[in-house]
């Protein structure tokens, strides 16, 4: 995309440095081909994503100055999101596009059995449709099961994530993982307090994830995740995004709301594959979940000013997961890769 970073600047670069030309959104996000994430973003305007992390989301650091592609698609905030409230947004794929402001205590009791602070009647607001939500949870689950995230796999269970590294010259300063499980949501962000390269070790945020949450899950059935029951799994086209015709010979299996199924490809002018001039992103379900593509990406080179914490499904009945994380202070410019 030109002028993506500023006057004579291109970018992103995906997390392979590779052009990929059309891609579906399932595999731009299983291998953080951040410019899909960018092209989604510049067609729907910035404000779109700006709007919905401050108003649907409750982000609470973002400035008016964030309000551009960099930014929004795939990070390059001026202060950054908290680990807390990222991990928060990221929940609302696993509880059917609900989302439920984030806490630290069940509820407080003082020394005579009197509840003085307590959240566990937290209502819920519907900030995404739940047939998006169930899409975009089965999307992410393929950076789990076999792109950037396998490190944070825990067999036996369902685990969709994201990973998010920012990059400064040569250096890479931050490492995200945020994942979820049909019983837990936790958020890793790693680096140091000043900015320093960690690139030899951007594994570690979801080893420590996987750590943490297989100790949390030691012990309890896997279930799968109960997801919104309009969603169809179908056959469908990689080279135009559309459901697989009788002639189309590069499929996938993707996942639907039955009541916005993409046209069926006609196996011929409707493939993209030969373009050679755009990495626009083509997409694998409906225009809704192209739409929150953007918002699903870690927002990396961030200054995260509160510990990490994880966000509790509201069906589970244990105390969550956290680590905590030191806060930084970075430059609000470097740009990122998955
Ligand atoms: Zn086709």
Same mark, same amino acid.
């Given at each position: 995309?030109?002028?993506?970073?500023?006057?004579?600047?291109?970018?992103?670069?995906?997390?392979?440095?590779?052009?990929?030309?059309?891609?579906?959104?399932?595999?731009?996000?299983?291998?953080?081909?951040?410019?899909?994430? &960018?092209?989604?973003?510049?067609?729907?305007?910035?404000?779109?994503s700006?709007?919905f992390l401050v108003n649907q989301l409750h982000f609470t650091t973002l400035?008016?100055?964030?309000?551009?592609?960099?930014?929004m698609?795939?990070g390059?905030?001026?202060?950054g999101v908290t680990v807390k409230e990222m991990t928060a947004g990221f929940q609302i794929f696993g509880n059917?596009g609900k989302y439920f402001k984030p806490?630290?205590?069940?509820?407080?009791?003082?020394?005579?059995?009197? +509840?003085?602070?307590?959240?566990?009647?937290?209502?819920?607001e519907?900030v995404i449709?739940?047939?998006?939500a169930?899409?975009m949870?089965?999307?992410l689950?393929?950076?789990?099961?076999?792109?950037?995230?396998?490190?944070? &796999?825990?067999?036996?269970?369902?685990?969709f994530g994201k990973?998010g590294?920012?990059?400064?010259?040569? &250096?890479?300063?931050?490492?995200w993982?945020i994942g979820g499980?049909?019983?837990?949501v936790a958020g890793?962000?790693?680096?140091?307090?000043?900015?320093?390269?960690?690139?030899?070790?951007?594994?570690?945020?979801?080893?420590?994830?996987?750590?943490?949450?297989?100790?949390?899950?030691?012990?309890?059935?896997?279930?799968?995740?109960?997801?919104?029951?309009? +969603?169809?799994?179908?056959?469908?086209?990689?080279?135009?995004?559309?459901? %697989?015709?009788?002639?189309?010979?590069?499929? &996938?299996?993707?996942?639907?709301?039955?009541?916005?199924?993409?046209?069926?490809?006609?196996?011929?002018?409707?493939?993209?594959?030969?373009?050679?001039?755009?990495?626009?992103?083509?997409?694998?379900?409906?225009?809704?979940?192209?739409?929150k593509?953007q918002t699903s990406s870690p927002q990396?080179?961030t200054?995260?000013?509160?510990?990490s914490s994880s966000h509790?499904?509201?069906?589970?009945?244990?105390?969550?997961?956290?680590?905590?994380?030191?806060?930084?202070?970075? %430059?609000?410019?470097?740009?990122?890769?998955?």
């Amino acid at each position: 995309m030109d002028n993506y970073f500023g006057p004579g600047q291109s970018g992103p670069n995906n997390a392979d440095n590779t052009f990929h030309s059309w891609t579906p959104v399932q595999k731009a996000l299983q291998w953080s081909y951040n410019a899909s994430s &960018a092209q989604v973003c510049n067609t729907m305007g910035p404000t779109t994503s700006y709007n919905f992390l401050v108003n649907q989301l409750h982000f609470t650091t973002l400035e008016q100055s964030d309000n551009n592609i960099a930014a929004m698609a795939v990070g390059g905030q001026t202060r950054g999101v908290t680990v807390k409230e990222m991990t928060a947004g990221f929940q609302i794929f696993g509880n059917n596009g609900k989302y439920f402001k984030p806490y630290t205590f069940y509820y407080v009791e003082d020394h005579d059995g009197n +509840i003085i602070q307590d959240n566990r009647s937290e209502s819920s607001e519907q900030v995404i449709k739940g047939t998006t939500a169930g899409i975009m949870n089965h999307i992410l689950q393929s950076v789990v099961s076999g792109g950037t995230g396998t490190a944070a &796999a825990i067999s036996g269970w369902q685990i969709f994530g994201k990973t998010g590294t920012s990059n400064m010259g040569s &250096a890479t300063p931050d490492s995200w993982f945020i994942g979820g499980t049909p019983k837990v949501v936790a958020g890793i962000w790693s680096g140091y307090e000043q900015m320093k390269d960690i690139s030899w070790k951007t594994e570690y945020c979801k080893q420590i994830w996987r750590s943490l949450i297989s100790q949390y899950l030691s012990g309890q059935t896997a279930v799968p995740f109960d997801l919104d029951p309009n +969603i169809v799994e179908r056959t469908y086209c990689k080279s135009s995004g559309l459901l %697989a015709g009788d002639s189309c010979t590069d499929t &996938a299996i993707g996942y639907y709301d039955k009541n916005n199924l993409p046209a069926v490809c006609n196996g011929g002018s409707d493939h993209k594959g030969n373009s050679e001039t755009s990495s626009m992103i083509s997409s694998s379900s409906s225009s809704e979940t192209s739409s929150k593509t953007q918002t699903s990406s870690p927002q990396s080179s961030t200054s995260p000013n509160s510990g990490s914490s994880s966000h509790e499904q509201p069906t589970s009945s244990t105390p969550s997961p956290s680590s905590e994380v030191p806060s930084s202070s970075k %430059a609000p410019t470097s740009s990122l890769s998955g």
